[in-house]
């Protein structure tokens, strides 16, 4: 319906005329009057259609005055968005920025000469690091590191379900932590290292400490990844809580240091879970999911049989960090 406003500019002395006017007919939707010290403003807002007549009955009526002026004015309305339609534009961007983030992680999981020298150079460096108690060293080796995209790939496939991508993930992921590992175990042939080297030693015991690091290593990792800002500095957080563990694990193998190598190793499996843990938990806490009801419900039981593999793996972790911290089972390699 096409709606029209007319606007007359009248004397003060006709607000009785107009007045009786407007109440002897129907045709418009809705009248107003305004005064000022000169003139009245009358506003009527009619359909169309009623147009030509309304204004033929104004100028008949007041067109002998001096001070009458009429002014017809087009009306655009402006569309209203309703519930549905608002609803169904917030599950459009969600869905498209999820798939997105879905797009970058997936397009960055794979094994190419870069991400393997990466590994080896990082690796070598780290050992250095902890042979010779450096700190810096470790750093420097952590952040070239290439460990945050498959753990932030692995909880991304989790979330959305997608089998295929956790597979390939799954496979770059063990492919980089066997190949650091061997490294590692390589050097510790070659230089052998004992609890007296304080960076070695510090990564034998398991505290408690320990999961709350890899718990907020992998919060970060997943926010950064869904506000497209994958810092050096997130992925040194990451890189703590696994490469020089790894790097310890290794070397202690080679040394054929038993008793605190499963230390480590326990170090080394529970953030894994922890990192894995607290990224799924952070994606699903920010609706990165698919958005289609039917997606959404396949996608949500895997993510509850992988969350609860995790969950599963982490408790028993737990379980021998208490054995650990009660000196239960070290007798058993001494």
């Given at each position: 319906?096409?709606?029209?406003l007319i606007e007359v500019f009248l004397p003060l002395t006709e607000e009785k005329n107009i007045r009786q006017?407007?109440?002897?007919?129907?045709?418009?939707?809705?009248?107003?009057?305004?005064?000022?010290?000169?003139?009245?403003?009358?506003?009527?807002?009619?359909?169309?259609?009623?147009?030509?007549?309304?204004?033929?009955?104004?100028?008949?009526?007041?067109?002998?005055?001096?001070?009458?002026?009429?002014?017809?004015?087009?009306?655009?309305?402006?569309?209203?968005?309703?519930?549905?339609?608002?609803?169904?534009?917030?599950?459009?961007?969600?869905?498209?920025?999820?798939?997105?983030?879905?797009?970058?992680?997936?397009?960055?999981?794979?094994?190419?000469?870069?991400?393997?020298?990466?590994?080896?150079?990082?690796?070598?460096?780290?050992?250095?690091?902890?042979?010779?108690?450096?700190?810096?060293?470790?750093?420097?080796?952590?952040?070239?590191?290439?460990?945050?995209?498959?753990?932030?790939?692995?909880?991304?496939?989790?979330?959305?379900?997608?089998?295929?991508?956790?597979?390939?993930?799954?496979?770059?992921?063990?492919?980089?932590?066997?190949?650091?590992?061997?490294?590692?175990?390589?050097?510790?042939?070659?230089?052998?290292?004992?609890?007296?080297?304080?960076?070695?030693?510090?990564?034998?015991?398991?505290?408690?400490?320990?999961?709350?690091?890899?718990?907020?290593?992998?919060?970060?990792?997943?926010?950064?990844?869904?506000?497209?800002?994958?810092?050096?500095?997130?992925?040194?957080?990451?890189?703590?809580?696994?490469?020089?563990?790894?790097?310890?694990?290794?070397?202690?193998?080679?040394?054929?240091?038993?008793?605190?190598?499963?230390?480590?190793?326990?170090?080394?499996?529970?953030?894994?879970?922890?990192?894995?843990?607290?990224?799924?938990?952070?994606?699903?806490?920010?609706?990165?999911?698919?958005?289609?009801?039917?997606?959404?419900?396949?996608?949500?039981?895997?993510?509850?049989?992988?969350?609860?593999?995790?969950?599963?793996?982490?408790?028993?972790?737990?379980?021998?960090?208490?054995?650990?911290?009660?000196?239960?089972?070290?007798?058993?390699?001494?």
């Open positions: 319906m096409a709606l029209r006017l407007l109440s002897s007919d129907s045709h418009w939707t809705k009248e107003s009057i305004f005064k000022s010290q000169e003139q009245l403003l009358v506003q009527i807002l009619l359909e169309e259609e009623w147009l030509e007549s309304v204004a033929s009955k104004l100028k008949e009526k007041f067109a002998h005055l001096e001070d009458f002026q009429l002014l017809l004015l087009p009306v655009e309305s402006l569309p209203i968005q309703n519930d549905s339609e608002s609803a169904e534009n917030s599950l459009y961007h969600k869905d498209k920025r999820n798939q997105e983030i879905y797009d970058r992680v997936a397009e960055s999981i794979h094994l190419c000469s870069t991400e393997i020298s990466l590994v080896i150079l990082s690796t070598a460096i780290a050992a250095i690091g902890l042979v010779e108690g450096s700190e810096v060293v470790i750093i420097g080796a952590m952040v070239i590191a290439p460990l945050l995209k498959p753990n932030m790939a692995l909880a991304v496939a989790t979330t959305f379900g997608d089998l295929s991508l956790a597979i390939k993930t799954v496979k770059v992921g063990l492919t980089e932590i066997f190949l650091s590992l061997l490294l590692s175990i390589c050097l510790g042939i070659l230089v052998p290292v004992n609890l007296c080297m304080q960076e070695i030693a510090i990564r034998t015991s398991v505290n408690f400490s320990d999961v709350v690091l890899a718990f907020a290593s992998g919060a970060a990792g997943a926010i950064s990844l869904t506000v497209g800002e994958q810092s050096a500095v997130v992925g040194v957080m990451v890189s703590v809580a696994l490469l020089p563990p790894l790097v310890a694990l290794g070397m202690l193998i080679g040394s054929q240091l038993w008793q605190p190598a499963v230390e480590t190793a326990v170090l080394v499996l529970t953030n894994i879970a922890c990192l894995n843990l607290a990224a799924i938990a952070t994606f699903w806490l920010r609706d990165i999911r698919p958005q289609k009801w039917w997606q959404k419900f396949q996608a949500g039981k895997i993510t509850g049989i992988v969350t609860t593999f995790w969950t599963i793996i982490l408790i028993l972790l737990i379980v021998a960090i208490f054995m650990f911290q009660f000196d239960v089972v070290k007798g058993n390699f001494q």
